[in-house]
């Protein structure tokens, strides 16, 4: 049985309770499969910043919130109720596309007292969501990256990454960044 909790920042929990009114598997108001929602981020800068000693990194840009690949075991899930939603069902099918990064990062990477240090990409969720297929916004990011010369980690779970090795489409220079796949 699915499970979808109110975010743990709500002030109200709801808790479906069988009321022995019949079998919600043959309810035709019962909830029918769950499909994918993609809504816009509008954050206002892209770079995200950290001082944990226990993190190999100190900066990351996420293009997207949410992953619809839905690993159990991942801790990203939790960012999920920053936004008033679940860390469950919502997290994997309730996603947010930063379709301004991009530009985002180019500002803050021109800024007079910005330091060039590796950029994590994929820290929070994996860059490579299935929308990224037509979306393409990290392409543009690995783009922005290659134009300052900044180097960039890249933590993928999907086979889309290899879009950004083997050079298809427009080049983006493979010498700046180094993937980790996560399995």
Known sequence: RISNPSGRFEALARVATDDGWGDTADDEFAP?????????????????????PDVGFDQSVNPYRGCEYGCVYCYARPSHAYLGLS???????RLFMKPDAPRLLERELRRPGYVCRAIAMGTNTD???PAERTQK???VILEVLAAFSQPVSIVPKAALVARERTGKGQGVDASIYGTMIAL
């Not at 029918?32 to 950290?50: F, H, K």
């Not at 860390?87 to 099918?93: I, N, Q, V, Y």
């Open 137 to 139: 916004i990290v392409r």
């Open 32 to 52: 029918g499969p769950s499909r994918t929602t993609l809504s816009v981020d509008s954050s206002r800068s892209v770079i995200t910043r950290n001082d944990s």
């Open 127 to 129: 860059p490579y969501q």
């Open 87 to 93: 860390p469950g069902l919502d997290f994997e099918t």
